[in-house]
């Protein structure tokens, strides 16, 4: 296993359209986490799951954004209706369970630009 | 609700010099990890060194260094000897505990400090 994987590493989409990137975390990670970060700030917390169970969603994430982590594997997160605002790198990241201060391993991200 | 401060957006170095980051934060917490990670351009995000709150013993990972003050609230990474790779952004994090002593793992970041180092 090389590390948190995610997909399309790029992604141009016309507003309005919908859009779904995927991430495959470390294989032994029971906790997988999605972040959106824009250009020159950090990364805004968006949502949680453990296994298959979504935990928490930021208010950050609106209505039109929905994740999954359908077998407690890989996650997708999909965006509906995409507006320009959506415009950011999505990072996924996975640890491996419940001890305290675990290490969150993060993935290449994937760059969406909404035009 | 838990915030992190890095009041500098940029910094530069000489390489092999020495060069210090801030960050501050602000919680009513009293037990927490703190973490520095580094983001290269275009690369993934890597841990470079955590803090547990209740430890009040420094952590140091090779040239890495924290000067963690708890009461002051503040966690600046000092790196030594830097090296051209050190080039990267540099996000300063915060991690609340769960429930029951468990991790829960979200991260609350700073808005990052650009690392250059110069040859």
């Known amino acids: 296993d090389t590390g948190v994987s995610q997909d399309p590493r790029h992604k141009i989409t016309k507003r309005g359209q919908n859009v779904t990137f995927r991430c495959d975390p470390i294989?032994?990670?029971?906790?997988l986490y999605w972040y959106r970060q824009t250009l020159g700030q950090g990364p805004e917390f968006l949502t949680y799951f453990q296994n298959e169970a979504q935990l928490e969603k930021s208010r950050l994430l609106s209505d039109r954004f929905s994740a999954e982590r359908p077998k407690g594997s890989f996650s997708t997160l999909e965006i509906q209706r995409t507006e320009q605002g959506d415009s950011a790198m999505y990072l996924c990241?996975?640890?491996?369970?419940?001890?305290?201060?675990?290490?969150?391993?993060f993935g290449q991200g994937t760059r969406l630009t909404v035009v | 609700a838990q915030t992190v401060t890095q009041s500098q957006p940029e910094m530069s170095v000489q390489e092999a010099e020495t060069v210090t980051l801030s960050c501050t934060y602000d919680?009513?917490?009293?037990?927490?990890?703190l973490f520095w990670y580094k983001q290269p351009p275009s690369r993934q995000m890597i841990l470079v060194i955590r803090q547990e709150a209740y430890k009040q013993q420094n952590a140091t990972e090779n040239r890495f260094s924290v000067n963690f003050q708890k009461a002051a609230k503040s966690f600046s990474l000092k790196i030594s000897d830097s090296q051209l790779g050190d080039t990267a952004m540099y996000f300063c994090a915060f991690m609340k505990p769960g429930r029951g002593g468990t991790s829960y793992g979200k991260l609350t970041f700073g808005q990052g400090t650009i690392l250059t180092v110069h040859p």
């Open positions: 294989s032994e990670h029971n906790r």
């Open positions: 990241a996975s640890s491996p369970g419940s001890k305290m201060g675990t290490e969150a391993f």
């Open positions: 919680t009513s917490e009293n037990n927490y990890y």
